[in-house]
């Protein structure tokens, strides 16, 4: 697959493959498989290559952009990212498409999901139909603790109307047997989105929107761990929950 948007910032450079080659000190058929062929780089020649041509590295060389791997003794932590905004919808799809059992979504509206992939709901229903348990705990609006967090992320009433909108996108869910749908009005610190024994949570940092907040991806290896932890913590929101009906 070729690299377009490389091929677009050569070009906007007035660079030919072998300009650009003698200024990143490659040589020029490497240069043509980074176009052509859609080759990586080394992470320290991509960095050059980006400051050459004004662009980010993460935007021509989106696989650059790795997660951190847990290190010794922290066997349930898979990946750490800076900010929840570094995590393609992709990995938000294969996890919840992977679920066999149960599936747990607590969040205040986390639009952006929707937004990006549009087939949501339909995955959803896919995994209620055969046999796992939906779960998905939605920021109550008109919560004393939603308008707050609008008022320390800077959102205003934002926060409030994203809400309703998520609830809007959630609504045709209702009454599909296996899925039930909560508002809840808790303090959130952590955005939480479990399928089975894999779990990504997207911490909340005050005065800092969710998009820009670290989100660290768990694995379930034994009872009593990090993830159960969150998991627990899922459970306790979710029993402070208003239930939705399909009546509203």
Request: with cysteine.
């Amino acid at each position: 697959m070729s690299n377009e948007r490389l091929r677009n910032a050569l070009v906007a450079g007035c660079w030919t493959h072998g300009s650009f080659a003698q200024q990143v000190d490659v040589d020029p058929k490497s240069v043509e498989r980074w176009v052509n062929l859609g080759r990586v780089p080394r992470r320290t020649t991509a960095l050059r290559a980006a400051e050459i041509l004004g662009e980010d590295v993460h935007a021509l060389w989106p696989t650059l952009r790795q997660p951190r791997r847990g290190g010794a003794g922290s066997a349930e932590l898979v990946a750490l990212h800076d900010a929840r905004a570094d995590v393609p919808v992709s990995t938000y799809v294969e996890l919840l498409a992977s679920a066999q059992r149960d599936v747990s979504i607590l969040v205040y509206a986390a639009v952006f999901l929707h937004e990006a992939y549009p087939r949501l709901n339909n995955l959803l229903q896919e995994r209620a139909t055969a046999g796992c348990a939906v779960r998905i705990a939605i920021g109550d609006a008109d919560s004393a603790n939603v308008q707050q967090r609008g008022e320390e992320e800077q959102f205003g009433h934002g926060i409030e109307s994203r809400c309703r909108l998520a609830l809007l996108h959630y609504q045709p869910l209702l009454g599909v047997p296996g899925i039930e749908l909560r508002t809840h009005g808790t303090t959130l610190y952590n955005s939480i989105y479990q399928a089975d024994d894999q779990m990504l949570v997207n911490a909340h940092v005050w005065g800092t929107n969710a998009y820009r907040a670290p989100l660290w991806h768990l694995q379930r290896t034994g009872a009593g761990g990090v993830f159960d932890t969150y998991a627990e913590s899922f459970n306790a929101v979710w029993a402070t929950g208003t239930p939705i009906s399909a009546k509203g």
